[in-house]
C-alpha cells in the first residue's frame, strides 16, 4: 500500500466535522429541532427531531471516508470517522457552553436565538441535566454514527444497499404512519394495525419487521426483476401488450379507488397534489418543451378561478343564479388560454432572465387588478367572490364532498396528460424543442418563432384556466390572496425538481413538493425553507430531476465522458 493510500488528513477531518457541526447548529437554530422533536418515527425509540441531529454526523463519516480515507486501513477508518463525528456535535454544544456563562452573567443567547432552548437541550442531551455529562453522550453519539459508516462500508455492495435502503424505507414508513394507517385500515383487523403502528408512529416490534422486509425485498428485487423480465419476454408480441393492457387497467382501478381508501382530509390533499400536477403539465410546455421561463402563470390560473366565480354566482355576493359549472369549465380555459395569448405578444421577443422577470410582472398586474375598485363591482375586489355552488349532476350528484370532486380534478388530469403526450410527439412538439435549444438555428431551419412561441403561450395557459376554475368550485370563494407569486414558483419547483420535460416527473414532484407538507402539517411553517434547501441540492446533485425525461438526461450528460469497450 502506498504512502498516498495510508496518510490520513486530519485537517481535512477535521474540517469535515466541522463544517457538518455547522449545518446541525443551523438546523437547531432555525427551531426544525424542537419544532419536530414531538413527530415520533419509531415510537420511543427516535422522532424526526433526533434524525435532524443524527444526520449532519452520518453525512461526516459518508463524506469521510468516500474523500479523505480512501484506501486506508480500518483502524484511521475507525479513528478519522470517529473524530468527523464528535467534532459535528461540537458547534451546538459549544452554543449552550455559551448558553450557560452567559445565564451566570445575567444575560442569555436566547434574546438574539430564540430557538436555543431548554427544550432544544433536553433533545441534544438525551435528557441529562448535567451539562458536562450530556456534552460527552452527544460527542460519543456523534461518534459512533459516523463509525458506523465504516462498518457499513465494509460490507460488500449488495449489502450496503440491502442496509441503507431498508432503514430508510423504515423511516419512511414510520413518518408517514398516519396515512399508512388509513390504507391499511379495510384491509388489516383493528388488532394487527394498532401492533403496528401506535402514536402516529411505527411500534419497535413493527420497526424490526418492516426492515427484515423491505431488506430482503431490496435484495431479492434484482433477481425478481430479472425473472419478471424473461417472463414477459417469453411471452408473444400480443401477449405481452395484452399484460400492458391488464397493468394500465390495474393502475387506473388504483386511482378509481384511491379517495375512498382515504379520509375525507388525505382526499382534500390528493386534489391539490392533481391541481399542481394539472399546472405542472401546461407550464412544462412553455417551461419543459419550449424553455420559455414563465414566472407568470399564476395569471392563467388566476383568470380561470375568477371566471368560474363570476359566471356562476353572478353577482359576486352570489344572490343570482349562474351558469353550470359544466358550462363555465370551457369557458375558463378559453378565458386563460386568451389570456396567455393576449400576454405573450408583448414579450416574443424576449429570453431568459428578461422573459421571467416580464412574466412576473404580468402575473402581480393580475393581484393588483383584482383588488382594485376598478373591478370591484365585477370581482369583489379584496373581499373576492364568494357563495360558489359545488359541481353537481342535475341535481343528483353533487360534488361537495372531496372524495367525488377528486374525480372531476382526475378526468382533468387525463385530460391535459393526453394533449400533452399527443403534443410531446407532434411536430409542434419537436419545433417547441427547437426553439428550446438555440432560436436562431430554429429560425435558420424555418420556423415560424412568432407563431410557435404564442402556441406555447396559449396552450400552457389551457391547462392553468382548467385548474383555477375546479380550484374555485372546489374552495367555494375566490381572493386575490390566494393568488400570490408562490402559486408559480411552486408550479415552477415541481417541474424543476421532477424532471423538465418529464410528465412521470411532474407527477412524482407534485407528491413531493405539495402532498407531502400538506400530510406533514409540522413542515408548513418551513415550506420555503425545505423547497430552497431541496432546490440547491437538486441542482448540485441531480439538475435533470428525480424522475428526468431521456432527452433532457442526454442534453445535461452529453459533455461526460464514458468508458465504453471497444467492439
Given at each position: 500500500m502506498t504512502e498516498a493510500t495510508t496518510h490520513t488528513d486530519w485537517r481535512g477531518l477535521v474540517r469535515i466535522g466541522l463544517i457538518a457541526g455547522v449545518g446541525m447548529l443551523y438546523v437547531a437554530a432555525v427551531g426544525l429541532v424542537a419544532a419536530f422533536s414531538g413527530r415520533a418515527i419509531v415510537d420511543g425509540v427516535i422522532t424526526v427531531g433526533r434524525l435532524l441531529l443524527f444526520i449532519p454526523s452520518v453525512y461526516a463519516g459518508v463524506y469521510v471516508v468516500r474523500q479523505n480515507l480512501v484506501g486506508a486501513a480500518m483502524g484511521p477508518r475507525i479513528l478519522g470517522t470517529a473524530v468527523a463525528g464528535a467534532l459535528s456535535a461540537v458547534p451546538l454544544a459549544l452554543v449552550f457552553v455559551l448558553e450557560a456563562l452567559f445565564n451566570s452573567q445575567d444575560l442569555s443567547l436566547r434574546e438574539v436565538f430564540v430557538n436555543i432552548s431548554?427544550?432544544?437541550?433536553?433533545?441534544?442531551?438525551?435528557?441529562?441535566?448535567?451539562?458536562?455529562?450530556?456534552?460527552?453522550?452527544?460527542?460519543?453519539?456523534?461518534?459512533?454514527?459516523?463509525?458506523?459508516?465504516?462498518?457499513?462500508?465494509?460490507?460488500?455492495?449488495?449489502?450496503?444497499?440491502?442496509?441503507?435502503?431498508?432503514?430508510?424505507?423504515?423511516?419512511?414508513?414510520?413518518?408517514?404512519?398516519?396515512?399508512?394507517?388509513?390504507?391499511?385500515?379495510?384491509?388489516?383487523?383493528?388488532?394487527?394495525?394498532?401492533?403496528?403502528?401506535?402514536?402516529?408512529?411505527?411500534?419497535?416490534?413493527?420497526?424490526?419487521?418492516?426492515?427484515?422486509?423491505?431488506?430482503?425485498?431490496?435484495?431479492?428485487?434484482?433477481?425478481?426483476?430479472?425473472?419478471?423480465?424473461?417472463?414477459?419476454?417469453?411471452?408473444?408480441?400480443?401477449?405481452?401488450?395484452?399484460?400492458?393492457y391488464v397493468n394500465i387497467a390495474l393502475g387506473v382501478l388504483v386511482l378509481l379507488a384511491l379517495p375512498w381508501m382515504l379520509n375525507t382530509f388525505l382526499s382534500d390533499v390528493a386534489n391539490t397534489v392533481g391541481l399542481y400536477i394539472m399546472m405542472g403539465l401546461g407550464l412544462n410546455i412553455a417551461v419543459g418543451m419550449?424553455?420559455?421561463?414563465?414566472?407568470?402563470?399564476?395569471?392563467?390560473?388566476?383568470?380561470?378561478?375568477?371566471?368560474?366565480?363570476?359566471?356562476?354566482?353572478?353577482?359576486?355576493?352570489?344572490?343570482?343564479?349562474?351558469?353550470?359549472?359544466?358550462?363555465?369549465?370551457?369557458?375558463?380555459?378559453?378565458?386563460?388560454?386568451?389570456?396567455?395569448?393576449?400576454?405573450?405578444?408583448?414579450?416574443?421577443?424576449?429570453?431568459?432572465?428578461?422573459?421571467?422577470?416580464?412574466?412576473?410582472?404580468?402575473?402581480?398586474?393580475?393581484?393588483?387588478?383584482?383588488?382594485?375598485?376598478?373591478?370591484?363591482?365585477?370581482?369583489?375586489?379584496?373581499?373576492?367572490?364568494?357563495?360558489?355552488?359545488?359541481?353537481?349532476?342535475?341535481?343528483?350528484?353533487?360534488?361537495?364532498?372531496?372524495?367525488?370532486?377528486?374525480?372531476?380534478?382526475?378526468?382533468?388530469?387525463?385530460?391535459?396528460?393526453?394533449?400533452?403526450?399527443?403534443?410531446?410527439?407532434?411536430?409542434?412538439?419537436?419545433?417547441?424543442?427547437?426553439?428550446?435549444?438555440?432560436?436562431?438555428?430554429?429560425?435558420?431551419?424555418?420556423?415560424?418563432?412568432?407563431?410557435?412561441?404564442?402556441?406555447?403561450?396559449?396552450?400552457?395557459?389551457?391547462?392553468?384556466?382548467?385548474?383555477?376554475?375546479?380550484?374555485a368550485a372546489k374552495l367555494g370563494t375566490v381572493f386575490p390572496q390566494s393568488f400570490s407569486v408562490f402559486v408559480s414558483i411552486n408550479v415552477l419547483a415541481v417541474i424543476i425538481v421532477g424532471g423538465m420535460g418529464s410528465i412521470p416527473g411532474i407527477i412524482v414532484g407534485a407528491i413531493v413538493l405539495i402532498g407531502l407538507p400538506e400530510v406533514l402539517r409540522e413542515f408548513n411553517e418551513y415550506r420555503q425553507l425545505i423547497y430552497g434547501a431541496l432546490l440547491v441540492w437538486m441542482m448540485l446533485r441531480r439538475p435533470e430531476g428525480l424522475i428526468p425525461s431521456a432527452i433532457r438526461q442526454r442534453e445535461l450528460h452529453s459533455g461526460e465522458v464514458v468508458d465504453e469497450p471497444i467492439a
Open positions: 431548554p427544550a432544544l437541550q433536553d433533545v441534544l442531551f438525551y435528557g441529562q441535566s448535567n451539562l458536562l455529562v450530556g456534552i460527552l453522550l452527544t460527542l460519543a453519539v456523534g461518534a459512533a454514527l459516523a463509525t458506523s459508516v465504516v462498518f457499513l462500508f465494509a460490507l460488500p455492495t449488495q449489502f450496503q444497499q440491502v442496509v441503507t435502503r431498508a432503514l430508510l424505507y423504515t423511516l419512511v414508513f414510520g413518518l408517514f404512519s398516519e396515512l399508512f394507517t388509513q390504507i391499511l385500515r379495510p384491509i388489516l383487523p383493528s388488532g394487527i394495525l394498532r401492533t403496528m403502528i401506535r402514536n402516529s408512529s411505527l411500534t419497535p416490534v413493527a420497526a424490526v419487521g418492516v426492515v427484515l422486509v423491505s431488506g430482503a425485498l431490496v435484495y431479492f428485487w434484482p433477481t425478481i426483476k430479472a425473472n419478471n423480465k424473461a417472463w414477459k419476454e417469453s411471452k408473444s408480441a400480443a401477449q405481452q401488450t395484452q399484460i400492458g419550449a424553455g420559455l421561463l414563465d414566472l407568470g402563470y399564476l395569471t392563467n390560473y388566476a383568470v380561470g378561478a375568477y371566471v368560474m366565480g363570476v359566471l356562476t354566482t353572478l353577482p359576486p355576493d352570489g344572490s343570482g343564479a349562474g351558469l353550470p359549472f359544466w358550462v363555465v369549465l370551457p369557458l375558463c380555459v378559453l378565458a386563460a388560454m386568451f389570456t396567455g395569448f393576449f400576454f405573450a405578444l408583448p414579450v416574443l421577443r424576449m429570453r431568459g432572465d428578461y422573459l421571467a422577470i416580464a412574466t412576473l410582472g404580468f402575473g402581480e398586474i393580475i393581484r393588483v387588478l383584482a383588488i382594485s375598485d376598478w373591478l370591484s363591482p365585477v370581482i369583489g375586489g379584496a373581499q373576492g367572490v364568494l357563495y360558489i355552488p359545488k359541481p353537481s349532476i342535475f341535481g343528483v350528484i353533487n360534488f361537495s364532498d372531496p372524495r367525488l370532486l377528486y374525480y372531476i380534478i382526475l378526468a382533468g388530469c387525463g385530460l391535459v396528460l393526453y394533449v400533452i403526450w399527443r403534443l410531446n410527439n407532434s411536430r409542434m412538439g419537436r419545433q417547441w424543442m427547437a426553439i428550446r435549444e438555440d432560436e436562431d438555428v430554429a429560425e435558420a431551419m424555418g420556423i415560424n418563432l412568432v407563431k410557435t412561441k404564442v402556441l406555447a403561450f396559449t396552450l400552457s395557459a389551457a391547462a392553468g384556466g382548467l385548474a383555477g376554475g375546479i380550484f
